[in-house]
């Protein structure tokens, strides 16, 4: 045989050959799909906040200035108390405007927020009370719609976690499942308690002809039977308000953790 029929033989053969090739890299690559499909999905990885941001920082710092405050009003430095307490006040306006500010929202920011807040009014009062500068009557009254309010979150909680209700799935807030909206009398509640509270503090400071002066124990009295008052009425605002509470469905608590998310990364 010729080196040009040679050639030609080749050429023909390689020809032939070409449809038998790719019918077999199409079967490997079915099989090796297949396979895949089989295999256990690996999770995707989980995206952790940032949670050392300054709002954040002021925050823990407010919780920390919380039994300080306390320790202060037992231990007779009502000067020492007064400032802490007017420095909870202040990086309470401070971080969160910062954190709406800089999109430095956190899952953590929302949850040690109003802990730190709660905590300062908790010590305080009971504190006040302790040194009989705040009658003993309103403190139950405060207390006592704090501590109710606190058992209804609980349930709330509860009812509108998504399966699998674990224990660590109830204490974990990357998982909104509930929104609780102040009403206008829980704020106005908010703002008069706190100026009761630093009355309180401020009252021991003042001059005694000050105070006699200008019936400011009298005063004092009056507001203590207001913010009473206000209490209840903010107590019961949620229980006569549908939409104080609004319990998430699955869509809306995945919307609310991107939201923080998002805004976490942005910061």
């Given at each position: 045989m010729t080196r040009a029929s040679t050639r030609h033989s080749l050429r023909y053969a390689s020809t032939e050959s070409?449809?038998?090739l790719a019918e077999g890299v199409e079967e490997k690559s079915t099989t090796t799909s297949k396979i895949l499909q089989k295999l256990p999905k690996l999770p995707s990885p989980t995206r952790h906040e940032n949670i050392y941001t300054l709002p954040n920082f002021l925050t823990f710092t407010r919780l920390l200035a919380a039994p300080a405050v306390g320790y202060?009003?037992?231990?007779?430095?009502?000067?020492?108390?007064?400032?802490?307490?007017?420095?909870?006040?202040?990086?309470d306006a401070v971080d969160g405007y910062l954190a709406r500010k800089y999109h430095s929202e956190t899952v953590v920011g929302t949850v040690i927020d109003p802990m730190a807040d709660k905590a300062l009014m908790t010590i305080t009062v009971?504190?006040?009370?302790?040194?009989?500068?705040?009658p003993l009557w309103l403190s139950v009254v405060i207390l006592g719609r704090d501590v109710a309010l606190a058992i209804s979150a609980i349930y709330f909680r509860w009812i509108s976690l998504p399966p699998p209700k674990?224990?660590?799935?109830?204490?974990?807030?990357?998982?909104?499942?509930?929104?609780?909206?102040?009403?206008e009398i829980s704020k106005i509640n908010t703002l008069l308690q706190l100026l009761l509270v630093g009355n309180a503090m401020l009252l021991p400071?003042?001059?005694?002809?000050?105070?006699?002066?200008g019936n400011l124990t009298g005063v004092?009295?009056?507001w203590c039977y207001l913010v009473a008052g206000t209490t209840l009425w903010s107590g019961l605002s949620y229980v006569g308000n549908r939409d104080a509470v609004k319990i998430l469905s699955r869509e809306e608590g995945e919307e609310r953790k991107r939201k923080?998310?998002?805004?976490?990364?942005?910061?």
């Open positions: 070409k449809p038998e202060c009003i037992l231990h007779s430095q009502p000067v020492a108390a007064i400032a802490l307490f007017f420095y909870a006040g202040v990086t009971v504190c006040l009370t302790i040194e009989s500068i705040l674990t224990f660590a799935r109830y204490w974990d807030f990357s998982l909104p499942s509930a929104e609780v909206r102040p009403t400071v003042l001059p005694e002809a000050l105070v006699v002066a004092f009295e009056g923080l998310v998002e805004g976490a990364a942005k910061g």
